[in-house]
């Protein structure tokens, strides 16, 4: 060992402190921007370049730092997105949260070669600004610079991957493995590709959905998890849920709605506006079981559930479902259950007397 890579690692271990401390605050500082843009990543990650790597490092290529401060990456973070499209958006958060250092920087995404393919990243060099930390006793932490990368999980998996395979043993990938292992690479750009190209139709598809329910073109969307969510957000059973909440002046406690949307399928509903016709078709005769199960009790808070639970119970006793019908759907709400039949009798005692006719009477 020389006496200039002596003299780099002294200067190592007497920055170590700082560096750890650093290392904390860019962690911290990233996960805060993260969750203050509403981001989701897969994984925010640093790491110090340990002394021992430091080492092989300068057996390489020691001669060319004049001091620890020439060495970007002694302090490393790195970024992992699900969409290459996010790789984008962190690296705009980035730029308005550090100091970069742009000729030093790259983006190796540009860099590839027409015919090949490789494992894309975006690399920073970035320093602290005052804004985020200021400790005059600690002037280094606005100086000393790290590296910030940018990847997607998938060419997160591919450099992995590849860093074992052929770097690992230290022995020169035959020609042929080296051809494979691009064409892996290349489908695993195109994957990447793909679901940020999926991702943003389906984001397109949610919003034309919102937009026809919010004008009530809803014979034209059709019932899935999606759409219903959109639906159940303008609260269509809120209505009902006041006019049954009268009966007691019960409050009315709010609970998830998700669970219907397989009875609703299972009751022939195809579109938002089969469900919105049901509603309609079922209102009054939902309302006068409910006058049924509250009128002879003192309750005084109900669950919003019930305007929808209430139609689907008149809709299987008025398509002639009977107890049975009844059972399916409270097995289908609650879990398979021995109490759901003592549920079902009760329910079906309560609604026996109701002027419910059979479909198409």
């Known amino acids: 060992m020389d006496l200039h890579t002596e003299m780099l690692l002294a200067e190592y271990d007497a920055q170590l402190p700082v560096i ?17 843009n509403g981001m989701m990543v897969t994984a925010v990650k640093t790491r110090v ?18 001091s620890l401060d020439d060495i970007t990456d002694i302090l490393g973070a790195r970024v992992i997105t699900f969409y ?22 790259v983006d190796k995404r540009r860099l590839h070669d027409l015919d090949s393919f490789g494992y894309n990243s975006l690399h920073y060099i ?12 600690c002037p280094q932490l606005n100086t000393i610079r790290f590296e910030l990368q940018l990847r997607t999980t998938l060419q997160h998996a591919w450099a992995s991957i590849n860093h074992d395979i052929g770097y690992k043993t230290g022995v020169e990938i035959p020609r042929e493995y080296l051809r494979q292992i691009n064409r892996l690479a290349g489908i695993l750009e195109m994957a990447d590709d793909e679901f940020s190209r999926i991702r943003t139709e389906i984001t397109d598809y949610r919003r034309r959905v919102q937009q026809l329910v919010q004008n009530g073109q809803l014979d034209e969307v059709q019932l899935d998890g999606d759409t219903f969510h959109s639906y159940l957000a303008a609260r269509p059973f809120n209505t009902l849920n006041k006019h049954i909440a009268a ?36 209102h009054e005769a939902a309302y006068a079981l409910a006058r049924h199960q509250l009128g002879n009790t003192d309750l005084d808070i109900i ?7 209430n139609i689907c119970i008149v809709c299987i006793l008025a398509q ?18 021995p109490q759901n039949e003592l549920l079902a009798e009760m329910t079906y005692e309560q609604a026996k007397n109701l002027p419910l006719m059979k479909e198409g009477n």
Not at 127 to 133: C, D, H, M, T, Y
Not at 265 to 276: M, R
Not at 323 to 337: D, M, Q
Request: hydrophobic share 35%; with cysteine; aromatic share 4%.
């Open 49 to 66: 370049k340990t002394r021992e790597s430091l080492v092989g490092k300068l057996a390489l290529k020691g001669s060319k730092y004049h």
């Open 20 to 36: 750890q401390r650093l290392q904390q605050i860019v962690k911290d500082s990233l996960n805060q921007a993260i969750d203050r």
């Open 84 to 105: 290459t499209d996010d790789v984008d958006r962190i690296a705009a958060m980035a730029e308005q949260l550090f100091d970069i250092d742009w000729e030093n920087s």
């Open 247 to 282: 009966i007691n002046q019960a409050e009315i406690q709010e609970v998830p709605l998700d669970d219907y949307l397989g009875v609703l399928i299972a009751l022939g509903c195809k579109t938002l506006g089969d469900v919105e016709a049901m509603k309609k078709k079922y």
């Open 303 to 309: 669950s919003s559930s019930v305007g929808i639970q």
């Open 320 to 337: 002639g479902g009977g107890k049975i019908g009844l059972i399916r759907l409270f097995n289908a709400l609650n879990g398979e259950n």
């Open 126 to 137: 970035c320093r602290l600004p005052k804004s985020i930390v200021d400790d005059p006793d």
